[in-house]
């Protein structure tokens, strides 16, 4: 695969060998950005009212008649506000962060509202600063809420395995800066996340966690569509064997950053596993 495509900024001020470079967590706070609940008037083009909220990606609205808005926050709070001012009239935690809008129907004269929760989509992965904080790491879940109606949510988050004993560094320094770069400019980012610490819960596994029995297995998962049936792609097309035991090479680094052991002695050749 050609990795020799360099990124730039917006403006053309900085570079990079990955779109990712840019996305990384920068050390100045103040470029964390927030989010905002806008009530705009569209008749008079303005904004009514506002709420500043912490996360960038925050659940869509649902507006009744009855003069509610409710809305599912990145921090994983259900909110109610009132729709004429957006003073807060109600909030309970739903543990995980809410990204989807809610719904509301009535069944048999009694009023539901919808809400689905989980795990703030992709944003999670690809630009954790933005998604959710850890305490809204809680399962994907659909909530039913009814008016007199008490049960109350299970309350834990979402935990990784514990982690295996990673395998012995098989390569060396150049081939583990070619894998991560195969590694963000492939798709493998997408779905397994920046620098690989893809949210427990999340549809794609975090590598770094993988047992020796699946790297054993490297090239028939990657090459060969061997879990294509489970949701990962096969990238026969657009990687040789090379590059996927470049990509293994570097999960394995971070396996063994992960784990805090980096005494493995590296060798030369990226293909032997
Ligand atoms: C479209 C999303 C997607 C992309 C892109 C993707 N994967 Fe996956 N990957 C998955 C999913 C989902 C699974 C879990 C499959 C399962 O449950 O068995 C998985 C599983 C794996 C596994 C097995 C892990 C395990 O514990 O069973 C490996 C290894 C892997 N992916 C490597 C890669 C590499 C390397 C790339 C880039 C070249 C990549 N993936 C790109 C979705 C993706």
Known sequence: MDTSATFYTLDGTERGDTWADFYLPKPDAALQPSGKLIAWDPVVQRARWSVRMKFPFNGGTLVTAGNLVFQGTA???????????????????????TQAPAVTYAYQGKQYVLLPVGASGAVRDYIPQYGAPPSAQGPSRLLAFALDCAVSLPSELLQK?????PPV??????????????????????????????????????????????????????????????GMPSFKDSLSVADAQAIRSYVVDEAIKLNGNSTSTPSASANTH
Not at 87 to 97: C, F, H, Q, Y
């Open 75 to 97: 921090e994983g709070y259900f909110t109610a506000r009132r729709a004429s001012d957006g003073v807060l009239l109600w909030n309970r935690s739903v543990i995980s962060a």
């Open 161 to 165: 395995p514990p982690l295996p004993k």
């Open 169 to 230: 560094q098989f390569a060396d320094e150049r081939t583990i800066a070619k894998g991560r770069k195969l590694y963000l400019q492939s798709a493998c980012v997408t779905c397994h996340g920046i620098g690989l610490n893809v949210a427990a819960g999340s549809s794609a596994p975090d590598l770094r966690y993988v047992p020796a029995e699946i790297h054993a297995e490297w090239d028939h998962i990657v090459l060969d569509g061997m879990l294509q049936v489970a």
